[in-house]
């Protein structure tokens, strides 16, 4: 079997998507040290691969995911971790393969968050929230509700760190399934 360079990249956004998914479903937390560092070998890797056009890829594969999460993090909605890490990951597979990711993340973090009020209970409580988040939104506009926000202790939290590395596994296993027909 012949290993190509976006094998390589989608390996480099594997590692880094479980590893940020692990620490993320750990600690809650996604530092910057390591969302600056996978935005840098998302770079480098990209411009070794590629030269001026690789590193115009990472940066609009980064720019991407931060653009369209952006809104979130303002409305207190996800932690900035979780925008670096898919910057991060945008750095590392570019826009098109990070906009793929995003929408399986998205869809994974749905299924998480279902899983996660049906467990705990709190299936009406949530729903109550959302209709009165909508309400709150259609009233004031994009501005952070003061009481369903990440700010509430009272809330329930998502590991989007988590939602990200499985929809990075769910996509890579997609691209790459050829792999185990050989």
């Given at each position: 079997?012949?290993?190509?360079?976006?094998?390589?990249?989608?390996?480099?956004?594997?590692?880094?998507?479980?590893?940020g998914?692990?620490?993320?479903?750990?600690?809650?937390r996604?530092?910057?040290?390591?969302?600056?560092?996978?935005?840098?070998?998302?770079?480098?890797?990209?411009?070794?691969?590629?030269g001026p056009?690789?590193?115009?890829?990472?940066?609009?594969?980064?720019?991407?995911?931060?653009?369209?999460?952006?809104p979130?993090?303002?409305?207190?909605?996800?932690?900035?971790?979780?925008?670096?890490?898919?910057?991060?990951?945008?750095?590392?597979?570019?826009?098109?393969?990070?906009?793929?990711v995003?929408?399986?993340?998205v869809f994974?973090a749905g299924?998480?968050?279902?899983?996660?009020?049906?467990?705990?209970?709190r299936?009406?409580?949530?729903?109550?929230?959302?209709?009165?988040?909508?309400?709150?939104?259609?009233t004031?506009?994009?501005?952070?509700?003061?009481e369903?926000?990440?700010?509430?202790?009272?809330?329930?939290?998502?590991?989007?760190?988590?939602?990200?590395?499985?929809?990075?596994?769910?996509?890579?296993?997609?691209?790459?399934?050829?792999?185990?027909?050989?």
């Amino acid at each position: 079997m012949q290993v190509n360079v976006n094998q390589i990249l989608w390996a480099a956004a594997l590692a880094f998507a479980l590893y940020g998914g692990w620490l993320d479903g750990r600690t809650r937390r996604i530092p910057n040290w390591f969302t600056v560092t996978g935005f840098v070998t998302g770079l480098i890797l990209n411009t070794i691969v590629s030269g001026p056009r690789g590193m115009l890829t990472a940066l609009e594969g980064a720019g991407l995911g931060l653009a369209i999460l952006l809104p979130m993090v303002l409305l207190r909605a996800m932690g900035a971790g979780d925008w670096k890490l898919m910057g991060a990951i945008g750095a590392l597979l570019g826009p098109k393969m990070l906009f793929l990711v995003l929408l399986a993340s998205v869809f994974i973090a749905g299924i998480m968050s279902v899983a996660l009020m049906i467990r705990a209970k709190r299936v009406r409580e949530t729903l109550r929230n959302l209709s009165s988040l909508i309400l709150w939104l259609l009233t004031f506009g994009m501005r952070v509700n003061p009481e369903i926000s990440l700010d509430n202790p009272r809330l329930m939290r998502l590991p989007f760190g988590v939602a990200a590395a499985v929809g990075t596994l769910v996509c890579f296993i997609a691209v790459h399934s050829q792999w185990w027909k050989a």
